[in-house]
């Protein structure tokens, strides 16, 4: 069975940094596509950014410039890092392993809060 489990995460004033892991098991599973999603209380779940296979990656316009996603495929492992972060930033994070068409799967974290003070 495909799980993912997230670390990092915790509180930071605002300018910080912090850093969310997203481990995939089992090692044999290769990851395709990973999204990064959010979600505030009281707000619907945000898409935070993706990346692809091909190491290609895109984000959200309220993110861009300040959060990289990276994958260490000998760690199955994927990275959001999280530069500058703002009192807005604060929410439950979730990583998403997906694949589109045929055989298609969707496998969601745990979720991990990530709280930025002023």
């Known amino acids: 069975q495909v799980q993912l489990v997230q670390s990092g995460g915790g509180q930071v004033q605002a300018g910080g940094s912090l850093r969310l892991s997203c481990t995939v098991s089992?090692?044999?599973?290769?990851?395709?596509?990973i999204a990064w999603y959010r979600q505030a209380p009281g707000e619907q779940r945000e898409r935070v950014g993706y990346i692809l296979n091909s190491g290609s990656a895109n984000y959200a316009d309220s993110v861009k410039g300040r959060f990289t996603i990276t994958i260490d495929n000998a760690k199955n492992t994927v990275y959001l890092q999280m530069d500058s972060l703002k009192p807005e930033d604060t929410a439950v994070y979730y990583c998403?392993?997906?694949?589109?068409?045929?055989?298609?799967?969707?496998?969601w974290g745990q979720g991990t809060q990530v709280t930025v003070s002023s």
């Open positions: 998403n392993a997906f694949r589109l068409g045929p055989y298609s799967y969707d496998y």
């Open positions: 089992p090692d044999t599973f290769n990851i395709n596509n």
